[in-house]
């Protein structure tokens, strides 16, 4: 139950965050939005990574229940204002605006809470499954609102001035019901917390559950000192930070090479599903065959590294003369998505395991803190070089073999398993 209420959160945070991209020509006719408006409505995710270190602390002090009823609050609160019902459009802008950051303010708990929830919750041979749904399901929410918002909000029909007021007004009712849905779904998840979401089970799991952590400034010092922690960190890092930055962006890629933006909607709602899928099946195998993180690692970033050469060079038709069709860019992005996304969990239990006893939501909110600024820096970038899209092509094959060099000099240790395994025997 406390697995399905933590992941149904991470769904629900996701699902709004993504709300106003797959409609967002809908949106800018019904609510005066514009291109600005659109692309900040988006970023208030990674901003809402900023006091991530202060859920980290509250994490490590608190526990899990007060840290996941403070996310799912701000949640709905963020939620809520989105549906106030004001007249005045630039009003309502700035509530839906403020909405969108409180919903990315809960983004630091549902990302990094997974692995503390499944090491305090689950025995040792169940934590990888536990670690890849409680992660994966923020991104199938995010997914999910690329079927949802085209399914219940018609596109507008005709250029905007031709566009009828009743159209417009019908439009504008069909966002107001997505809104008012997701609303509904974040309150009812929100009560189910309140209701039973404990800190704890009443006995631990596991030997590592019971076992006392390093205090937090003591869990900044070990990490900071830890060259191979250092080294898997920038693993992660470098490339789902590049990724993430290119799949915001991946109708602006496509569009110079004739894809519409309903197949590049479709391309990102598969790559994310597969790498869902994936995620869970290795993370699955990773509990019965333990000690073998290091060798998944490295299948899923070959398999990017070749998928990633095989878009960029796909898109280079002039030079390569590769086929550029449909099925070979869906399949392309598609195995890239599932090679990356699917490697999340397996390295959230990697991190832990390579820092015990630094606490787990410590540990793994670095990482994703880390990923956040290196796609930040990507997309500063983007701002100067929007014209030609090749050398952005050409960054995701580099951080991905950047990582898989990382990871083959990466001496993998599993302190946390030994503990539970031999101390425990």
């Known amino acids: 139950l406390v697995l399905l209420l933590f992941s149904l959160l991470g769904f629900a945070q996701g699902l709004v965050w993504n709300t106003w991209g797959p409609i967002q020509n809908s949106a800018r006719l019904a609510f005066g939005f514009s291109g600005w408006d659109i692309a900040l409505l988006v970023f208030w995710g990674p901003i809402g990574f900023a006091p991530c270190f202060f859920f980290m602390w509250l994490m490590d002090k608190k526990g899990l229940r007060v840290t996941v009823l403070l996310t799912s609050s701000l949640m709905v609160l963020g939620a809520g204002l989105r549906c106030v019902p004001v007249s005045d459009l630039e009003i309502r802008k700035k509530l839906i605006h403020g909405g969108q950051l409180l919903n990315g303010l809960a983004g630091p708990t549902v990302m990094n ?21 409680a992660s994966l399901l923020n991104y199938l929410g995010c997914a999910g609102a690329f079927l949802v918002g085209p399914l219940v909000v018609p596109p507008p029909n005709g250029t905007a001035h031709l566009v009828s ?61 830890n060259f ?32 519409s933006q309903v197949d590049a909607g479709w391309i990102g709602f598969w790559s994310v599903v597969g790498g869902c899928v994936v995620g869970i099946a290795m993370a699955r195998f990773a509990d019965f065959i333990r000690g073998m993180l290091k060798f998944i690692l490295l299948l899923l970033l070959s398999g990017a590294t070749l998928a990633s050469t095989w878009f960029t060079l796909t898109c280079l038709t002039t030079v390569t003369h590769l086929p550029l069709t449909t099925a070979t860019l869906y399949t392309s992005c598609i195995l890239l998505g599932i090679f990356l996304n699917s490697s999340v969990p397996i390295f959230f239990e990697l991190f832990v395991e390579t820092v015990y006893p630094v606490p787990e939501g410590i540990s793994c909110g670095v990482v994703t803190f880390l990923s956040n600024v290196f796609m930040g820096v990507l997309l500063f970038f983007l701002t100067f070089y929007h014209t030609e899209f090749s050398w952005f092509n050409w960054c995701l094959p580099g951080s991905c073999l950047l990582s898989l060099l990382l990871i083959l000099c990466f001496r993998e240790s599993y302190d946390r398993l030994y503990l539970d395994v031999v101390v425990s025997v």
């Not at 470098?238 to 090479?257: A, M, N, Y």
């Open 165 to 225: 007021l009743s159209n417009t007004q019908h439009i504008k009712d069909r966002i107001e019901a997505v809104l008012y849905a997701e609303f509904g779904m974040v309150s009812l998840i929100f009560s189910a917390a309140l209701a039973y979401f404990p800190s704890r089970p009443p006995f631990p799991p596991s030997v590592a559950a019971a076992s006392q952590r390093l205090s937090y400034r003591r869990s900044f010092c070990r990490l900071l000192s």
């Open 228 to 259: 191979r922690f250092l080294m898997i960190a920038l693993a992660y890092a470098i490339p789902l930070g590049v990724f993430s930055g290119w799949s915001g962006v991946l109708d602006l890629i496509l569009t110079p090479i004739h894809v």
């Open 113 to 133: 809470a997974a692995p503390f929830l499944s090491t305090t919750w689950f025995s040792p041979d169940e934590r990888a499954t536990a670690t890849a749904i």
